[in-house]
């Protein structure tokens, strides 16, 4: 590979052998890539220029990039000549390589003036630094003393005896000042100016414009593009100012002439029609000073005139002084605008809002001095509401309720006693009096106000709560309905003091008086027998026909009367009528309605109600995914007969829809009992006998229940109906397998292996077997096995972990690489090759093959992980770390990384690092489980319980999250909760967790419950933290 620069700063890369390339090829390839042609290429390795070697330094085929010293990924810069009658024929024949350096450069040479290069002139040799051919030796000139006038560079004037100092100045300078700045050679036209433009110069110029060209077009839409940006981008940073007032010019055309009369004349406000006054300072008079020191002076005690009565009052003849202190003062002024606001002066009155000052007044405290200020203002005001305005019933309220917040309270019934005079028809007045007054004086108020507003039903209610007893309290409801026959409120206080006979007797009036008020119909329908009840209804169907609420009653008594066929027949005698009637049947409102009559215990009404309204308004295509969603929503509110009744009704439509039935088997598992649960899975199974899951649940359920033999019935009848199904065969393993019955689980699997069983089936097999302690019969197994599956990890796995159990390292490591061989992004054969590798020879070779991993699987963090224990585990604490940053910037979002770098790192600095943890994955559980570890080491029992609690419902699958959280139940909390960690531990039946599968696939506790997993993970989880503890304190 060679590459070459070129002049557009760009780089060729050129995939070129050095030994067997010539120079010719080279400049053929840069030719192609950068458009320049052979002849006019010069080709520079650093300063040194590429020129063959052969003598007479043309043949270019013959020499190698080699011979000219060029090495693998060398950089060559490519130039071209300058072709402006400038350069000097070329020489016949170059001398040796290197003997131009023992040679004298020749007159007014300038290094690197063929590439543009340009030289400098020091004080020894003041002169040009660059020089054309046709100038003389510039050191001749200098030896000899003079030179002539007219040779050299420039088109300066001929000779002359007053130019002749002036041309000299402009030799020694090496150019002319004054000379024009010519368009096509620029300031070097004295370089060029007995050069001939010949054919040569003719063609470098068509050579460059094409470059030029070529160069333009390459960069021409990204410079469009980057010019046209920058125009935007500054004109939205300095807008001109008809922009920024573009939208007020368009909002002028809206003017009306009014307005635009309106708008005041400019004056002018500029600098120079200012004449600047003369300020002159006189000294301040003292008098003037003690005036201002008067004026600013607080008055911080009472006067004597003042004190005389006591410092309550303010007489009459003096001016009051409420300005005690700056904060009386601030407070005051506070007050008084807010009152401002409140006020407003309407044809000589004032009008306040007293029920939003009433507000206010309610939660005002007298707390000091200042505050008195406050209440004397508002008195006065609402002093002037009740004088302009005697009429209003609130400013009377409000002047009594603040004169009782002052603690005057005689005041404050005076004051309400006179707006009961002014307001006798107002029913708060009086209700406002009774309040104020004492309990000897309540009574006699409310009586007056009763008498006054006998149609008041407010004064009635509040008459009676006066009263001490139930017979007086309903005597004076009694004496309200005499003239307020038809107030649901005053039947309904009297009929709640009465007992049931009396009851019934008042309900018969009241629905005389009230007929249209269901809740009367109902509640007298509820006190009478069967019977009467129904006339009753049927009479309040009469009076109300539109009302649904009487049907729903009808069918409740229906069904507490045992009548349950007759509940649906009224539920649908309801929805016509009311449908004849006009009423719009709403489903949800009759789904609520069946929700109601379920927490009232009548589930065939919440039945009924379900099957003749769930259809109603619902489209044919949507009515399952509806009625889906309407159950499950009702099972989130804890309506589970309304639930049931909704799946019932479906599957009443969709026979064959497995899903339908599984969601109805999960509600019956969850809240029904075993024997709805199989007679469900029973019907299920009669109309979908191909559905595996139907079957396998049903089978399950018995097998729960500690029905064994019903369990294989079940499988039996699943097998005939789907004979090739391997669920079915595995099932039915796992039930004999579980149960102690190695020989008939044998006997099943090798039918399954007959009959073509998938890999899952062989591992199956070799699973048997090694719990039955057969190695050859498992090897076997393992071997036929891969033999069919190569590509099945968990049977190279198997094989590896039977090898290592029976010591032979070197076969279980031949094992683990056959598997990469067919599995090379399978982690767990990774993780196991490398715990073989780190106990037989070391770390060494166990970070080698953890390294090969990571380049072969990218992005896994378990990988990452295991680098990183291993390295802990050795006390490289440094490596490890180190290893952890590497790690959480290739797996930013993992969770395993981050939870194991919370507690990789001091304790100090674990609350900042669970901080960093949660904002690149807030809801991954082992953030979230380390984080719980976290307040539970610093004894915060609540949070961390929260934590715990959040993690396991995050992932109710992995095990070590069940042990954390049982293991801190255990240690902090109470035995109700231990048991509802263990409760839903069991329930969740978690299969995955590194320490929780490292307990549950041994062998020694294959056959263990969840409950007994559990608490063995809880001990190691023990003996982990004590290890670590042990460790910490010997490092």
Same mark, same amino acid.
């Given at each position: 590979?060679?590459?070459?620069?070129?002049?557009?700063?760009?780089?060729?890369?050129?995939?070129?052998?050095?030994?067997?390339?010539?120079?010719?090829?080279?400049?053929?390839?840069?030719?192609?890539?950068?458009?320049?042609?052979?002849?006019?290429?010069?080709?520079?390795?650093?300063?040194?220029?590429?020129?063959?070697?052969?003598?007479?330094?043309?043949?270019?085929?013959?020499?190698?990039?080699?011979?000219?010293?060029?090495?693998?990924?060398?950089?060559?810069?490519?130039?071209?000549?300058?072709?402006?009658?400038?350069?000097?024929?070329?020489?016949?024949?170059?001398?040796?390589?290197?003997?131009?350096?023992?040679?004298?450069?020749?007159?007014?040479?300038?290094?690197?003036?063929?590439?543009?290069?340009?030289?400098?002139?020091?004080?020894?040799?003041?002169?040009?630094?660059?020089?054309?051919?046709?100038?003389?030796?510039?050191?001749?000139?200098?030896?000899?003393?003079?030179?002539?006038?007219?040779?050299?560079?420039?088109?300066?004037?001929?000779?002359?005896?007053?130019?002749?100092?002036?041309?000299?100045?402009?030799?020694?300078?090496?150019?002319?000042?004054?000379?024009?700045?010519?368009?096509?050679?620029?300031?070097?036209?004295?370089?060029?100016?007995?050069?001939?433009?010949?054919?040569?110069?003719?063609?470098?110029?068509?050579?460059?414009?094409?470059?030029?060209?070529?160069?333009?077009?390459?960069?021409?839409?990204?410079?469009?593009?980057?010019?046209?940006?920058?125009?935007?981008?500054?004109?939205?940073?300095?807008?001109?100012?008809?922009?920024?007032?573009?939208?007020?010019?368009?909002?002028?055309?809206?003017?009306?002439?009014?307005?635009?009369?309106?708008?005041?004349?400019?004056?002018?406000?500029?600098?120079?029609?200012?004449?600047?006054?003369?300020?002159?300072?006189?000294?301040?008079?003292?008098?003037?000073?003690?005036?201002?020191?008067?004026?600013?002076?607080?008055?911080?005690?009472?006067?004597?005139?003042?004190?005389?009565?006591?410092?309550?009052?303010?007489?009459?003849?003096?001016?009051?002084?409420?300005?005690?202190?700056?904060?009386?003062?601030?407070?005051?002024?506070?007050?008084?605008?807010?009152?401002?606001?409140?006020?407003?002066?309407?044809?000589?009155?004032?009008?306040?809002?007293?029920?939003?000052?009433?507000?206010?007044?309610?939660?005002?405290?007298?707390?000091?001095?200042?505050?008195?200020?406050?209440?004397?203002?508002?008195?006065?005001?609402?002093?002037?509401?009740?004088?302009?305005?005697?009429?209003?019933?609130?400013?009377?309220?409000?002047?009594?309720?603040?004169?009782?917040?002052?603690?005057?309270?005689?005041?404050?019934?005076?004051?309400?006693?006179?707006?009961?005079?002014?307001?006798?028809?107002?029913?708060?007045?009086?209700?406002?009096?009774?309040?104020?007054?004492?309990?000897?004086?309540?009574?006699?108020?409310?009586?007056?106000?009763?008498?006054?507003?006998?149609?008041?039903?407010?004064?009635?209610?509040?008459?009676?709560?006066?009263?001490?007893?139930?017979?007086?309290?309903?005597?004076?409801?009694?004496?309200?309905?005499?003239?307020?026959?038809?107030?649901?409120?005053?039947?309904?206080?009297?009929?709640?003091?009465?007992?049931?006979?009396?009851?019934?007797?008042?309900?018969?009036?009241?629905?005389?008086?009230?007929?249209?008020?269901?809740?009367?119909?109902?509640?007298?329908?509820?006190?009478?027998?069967?019977?009467?009840?129904?006339?009753?209804?049927?009479?309040?169907?009469?009076?109300?026909?539109?009302?649904?609420?009487?049907?729903?009653?009808?069918?409740?008594?229906?069904?507490?009367?045992?009548?349950?066929?007759?509940?649906?027949?009224?539920?649908?005698?309801?929805?016509?009528?009311?449908?004849?009637?006009?009423?719009?049947?709403?489903?949800?409102?009759?789904?609520?309605?069946?929700?109601?009559?379920?927490?009232?215990?009548?589930?065939?009404?919440?039945?009924?109600?379900?099957?003749?309204?769930?259809?109603?308004?619902?489209?044919?295509?949507?009515?399952?995914?509806?009625?889906?969603?309407?159950?499950?929503?009702?099972?989130?509110?804890?309506?589970?007969?309304?639930?049931?009744?909704?799946?019932?009704?479906?599957?009443?439509?969709?026979?064959?829809?497995?899903?339908?039935?599984?969601?109805?088997?999960?509600?019956?598992?969850?809240?029904?009992?075993?024997?709805?649960?199989?007679?469900?899975?029973?019907?299920?199974?009669?109309?979908?006998?191909?559905?595996?899951?139907?079957?396998?649940?049903?089978?399950?359920?018995?097998?729960?229940?500690?029905?064994?033999?019903?369990?294989?019935?079940?499988?039996?009848?699943?097998?005939?109906?789907?004979?090739?199904?391997?669920?079915?065969?595995?099932?039915?393993?796992?039930?004999?397998?579980?149960?102690?019955?190695?020989?008939?689980?044998?006997?099943?699997?090798?039918?399954?292996?007959?009959?073509?069983?998938?890999?899952?089936?062989?591992?199956?097999?070799?699973?048997?077997?090694?719990?039955?302690?057969?190695?050859?019969?498992?090897?076997?197994?393992? @071997?036929? *096995? =891969? $033999?069919?599956? +190569?590509?099945?990890?968990? /049977?190279? &796995?198997? %094989?590896?972990?039977?090898? !290592? #159990?029976?010591?032979?390292?070197?076969?279980?490591?031949?094992?683990? @690489?056959? *598997? =990469? $061989?067919?599995? +090379?992004?399978?982690?767990? /054969?990774? &993780?196991? %090759?490398?715990?073989?590798? !780190? #106990?037989?020879?070391?770390?060494?070779?166990?970070?080698?093959?953890?390294?090969?991993?990571? $380049?072969?699987? +990218?992005?896994?963090?378990? /990988?990452? &992980?295991?680098?990183?224990?291993?390295?802990? #585990?050795?006390?490289?604490?440094?490596?490890?770390?180190?290893?952890?940053?590497?790690?959480?910037?290739?797996? +930013?979002?993992?969770?395993? /990384?981050?939870?194991?770098?919370?507690?990789?790192?001091? #304790?100090?600095?674990?609350?900042?690092?669970?901080?960093?943890?949660?904002?690149?994955?807030?809801?991954?559980?082992?953030?979230?489980?380390?984080?719980?570890?976290?307040?539970?080491?610093?004894?915060?029992?609540?949070?961390?319980?929260?934590?715990?609690?959040?993690?396991?419902?995050?992932?109710?699958?992995?095990?070590?999250?069940?042990?954390?959280?049982?293991?801190?139940?255990?240690?902090?909390?109470?035995?109700?909760?231990?048991?509802?960690?263990?409760?839903?531990?069991?329930?969740?039946?978690?299969?995955?967790?590194?320490?929780?599968?490292?307990?549950?696939?041994?062998?020694?506790?294959?056959?263990?419950?969840?409950?007994?997993?559990?608490?063995?993970?809880?001990?190691?989880?023990?003996?982990?933290?004590?290890?670590?503890?042990?460790?910490?304190?010997?490092?």
């Amino acid at each position: 590979m060679v590459f070459v620069r070129t002049l557009d700063r760009k780089t060729l890369a050129l995939d070129l052998n050095i030994n067997s390339t010539s120079l010719h090829a080279l400049k053929l390839a840069v030719e192609a890539g950068s458009g320049i042609p052979v002849h006019l290429q010069r080709l520079f390795l650093s300063c040194r220029r590429l020129i063959p070697a052969a003598v007479g330094g043309d043949d270019d085929s013959s020499t190698t990039l080699a011979d000219l010293a060029v090495c693998p990924d060398s950089t060559l810069t490519l130039h071209i000549p300058l072709l402006g009658g400038t350069q000097n024929p070329p020489a016949p024949a170059r001398p040796a390589r290197y003997d131009f350096l023992n040679s004298k450069p020749p007159p007014n040479y300038v290094a690197g003036l063929g590439r543009g290069a340009t030289g400098f002139t020091t004080r020894s040799d003041i002169g040009p630094a660059r020089a054309a051919p046709d100038l003389p030796d510039r050191s001749a000139t200098t030896i000899g003393g003079a030179a002539a006038a007219g040779i050299g560079r420039g088109r300066g004037k001929g000779p002359g005896g007053e130019e002749e100092e002036e041309e000299e100045e402009a030799d020694d300078k090496g150019y002319d000042e004054n000379q024009k700045f010519d368009e096509f050679e620029g300031n070097d036209v004295g370089l060029f100016a007995s050069a001939e433009y010949d054919e040569d110069d003719k063609e470098a110029d068509a050579v460059w414009e094409s470059i030029d060209k070529r160069m333009d077009s390459r960069r021409k839409d990204r410079r469009e593009a980057r010019l046209k940006q920058e125009i935007e981008k500054y004109r939205a940073s300095n807008p001109k100012i008809t922009e920024q007032f573009a939208d007020l010019k368009r909002k002028l055309a809206d003017l009306t002439p009014e307005q635009w009369e309106s708008i005041p004349e400019i004056g002018d406000y500029s600098l120079r029609n200012k004449k600047k006054r003369f300020e002159s300072f006189v000294p301040v008079p003292d008098t003037l000073l003690e005036k201002a020191r008067q004026e600013q002076e607080h008055v911080t005690a009472l006067d004597p005139k003042s004190r005389a009565v006591g410092g309550t009052e303010t007489p009459w003849s003096q001016t009051p002084v409420t300005d005690l202190t700056a904060v009386g003062e601030g407070r005051g002024t506070v007050l008084s605008l807010k009152l401002d606001r409140l006020s407003d002066s309407v044809s000589g009155l004032t009008v306040v809002d007293p029920k939003g000052y009433l507000t206010d007044l309610k939660s005002m405290k007298i707390t000091s001095d200042a505050e008195i200020s406050d209440i004397k203002k508002a008195r006065l005001l609402l002093k002037s509401v009740t004088q302009t305005n005697p009429k209003h019933p609130p400013g009377w309220i409000a002047a009594a309720r603040l004169e009782e917040v002052a603690g005057k309270i005689q005041a404050a019934r005076q004051l309400i006693q006179k707006g009961c005079e002014e307001c006798p028809k107002n029913e708060d007045v009086w209700l406002e009096a009774c309040r104020l007054a004492s309990p000897d004086e309540a009574k006699a108020v409310i009586a007056k106000g009763v008498k006054a507003i006998p149609n008041s039903v407010k004064l009635w209610l509040q008459a009676a709560k006066l009263e001490q007893n139930d017979v007086d309290r309903s005597r004076v409801l009694r004496k309200g309905l005499e003239y307020i026959p038809d107030s649901v409120r005053l039947w309904k206080a009297v009929v709640e003091l009465a007992n049931e006979e009396d009851a019934r007797v008042l309900l018969h009036r009241a629905v005389e008086c009230c007929p249209l008020h269901v809740e009367m119909w109902l509640a007298l329908a509820r006190l009478e027998t069967y019977e009467q009840a129904k006339k009753v209804l049927n009479k309040a169907r009469e009076k109300l026909s539109k009302e649904p609420a009487i049907w729903i009653t009808a069918a409740k008594l229906e069904e507490a009367n045992g009548n349950i066929a007759s509940v649906g027949k009224v539920i649908e005698r309801g929805i016509r009528s009311l449908q004849r009637e006009g009423v719009e049947i709403d489903r949800e409102a009759w789904m609520k309605e069946a929700e109601a009559a379920e927490r009232a215990g009548s589930v065939a009404t919440c039945q009924a109600i379900i099957h003749h309204t769930i259809g109603i308004g619902v489209e044919e295509e949507d009515r399952k995914r509806t009625w889906v969603a309407d159950a499950e929503e009702c099972k989130k509110r804890g309506s589970i007969e309304t639930a049931r009744a909704i799946y019932a009704h479906a599957l009443t439509v969709f026979l064959t829809k497995k899903s339908i039935w599984l969601k109805a088997a999960q509600l019956e598992k969850s809240h029904g009992t075993r024997e709805s649960l199989d007679a469900l899975l029973r019907r299920a199974v009669t109309y979908r006998p191909q559905a595996e899951v139907l079957w396998l649940m049903g089978a399950k359920e018995k097998w729960l229940a500690g029905d064994v033999p019903a369990a294989r019935a079940i499988l039996q009848e699943a097998y005939a109906a789907i004979p090739n199904s391997e669920e079915i065969w595995l099932a039915a393993f796992k039930l004999e397998f579980e149960n102690n019955e190695p020989e008939r689980a044998r006997m099943l699997l090798a039918k399954a292996r007959e009959r073509g069983g998938t890999e899952r089936v062989w591992m199956k097999s070799a699973i048997v077997e090694r719990e039955l302690g057969n190695m050859a019969e498992e090897r076997r197994l393992l @071997e036929e *096995g =891969l $033999k069919l599956f +190569p590509s099945f990890f968990k /049977l190279w &796995l198997m %094989l590896g972990q039977m090898e !290592e #159990r029976l010591g032979r390292g070197e076969r279980a490591k031949e094992a683990y @690489e056959n *598997g =990469l $061989k067919h599995c +090379p992004n399978c982690i767990p /054969l990774w &993780l196991s %090759l490398a715990n073989l590798e !780190e #106990r037989m020879n070391g770390l060494s070779k166990a970070r080698a093959v953890l390294t090969m991993a990571r $380049k072969k699987n +990218p992005q896994s963090p378990e /990988l990452w &992980l295991a680098a990183i224990r291993a390295e802990s #585990r050795h006390g490289n604490k440094k490596e490890a770390d180190t290893l952890m940053a590497k790690a959480l910037q290739e797996c +930013p979002t993992s969770g395993i /990384l981050w939870a194991a770098s919370i507690e990789m790192v001091p #304790r100090p600095q674990r609350k900042s690092k669970s901080a960093d943890a949660l904002k690149r994955c807030d809801h991954d559980p082992h953030v979230i489980a380390a984080v719980a570890k976290l307040f539970w080491h610093d004894r915060k029992v609540d949070k961390a319980r929260n934590w715990f609690n959040r993690a396991v419902t995050l992932a109710p699958d992995n095990g070590d999250f069940w042990a954390l959280y049982y293991k801190f139940e255990l240690q902090h909390g109470t035995e109700e909760q231990q048991k509802d960690v263990l409760k839903r531990c069991i329930s969740a039946e978690p299969k995955h967790g590194e320490r929780w599968q490292a307990i549950s696939k041994a062998v020694e506790n294959s056959h263990l419950p969840i409950e007994a997993l559990l608490k063995k993970a809880v001990v190691a989880l023990g003996k982990e933290e004590n290890s670590i503890t042990t460790d910490g304190i010997k490092s």
